[in-house]
């Protein structure tokens, strides 16, 4: 049996049921552990960390500066411009705007991310 989602062979007793599908644990986990960009709990801790200084992964550096330098982008130019997948840039971003180092911003029908600052 594989994984319904990235197709990866099941563990038979370490799989795991999710909206109908069956899912290896990997997958369970991204599916249910999703950040939430709207988190004040999460913004709150973010601002009030001991030490405060902001530790950023590298393709958190990446999407800053692609902000920085290209201006308000959709997910989409943002994800075929790092060729990343729309969950990893939810994930990325939703830490992001925890930090207050990016925000999401109606342009029109359009959502665009940009920096907290602009």
């Known amino acids: ?6 197709q990866n062979p099941l563990d038979p007793e370490e799989h ?4 109908g599908r069956t899912v ?3 997958c369970y986990l991204e599916l249910v552990a999703i950040p ?3 988190d004040p709990w999460a913004v709150h801790s973010a601002k009030n ?6 530790t950023l992964l590298p393709l958190q550096e990446q999407l800053l500066e692609l902000m920085r ?5 959709t997910a989409e130019q943002i994800c075929a411009r790092l060729s990343i997948t729309l969950d990893e ?4 971003f939703a830490s992001l705007r925890h930090m207050e180092l ?6 029109g029908d359009e959502v665009r991310y940009t920096l907290f600052t602009s």
């Open 1 to 6: 049996m594989n994984c319904e989602k990235c």
């Open 16 to 19: 795991f049921q999710h909206s």
């Open 24 to 26: 290896c644990e990997d």
């Open 36 to 38: 939430k960009t709207c």
């Open 49 to 54: 960390t001991p030490n405060h200084e902001k």
């Open 69 to 73: 330098t290209l201006g308000p982008l």
């Open 89 to 92: 840039f939810r994930t990325h």
């Open 102 to 107: 990016a925000k999401g911003t109606k342009a």
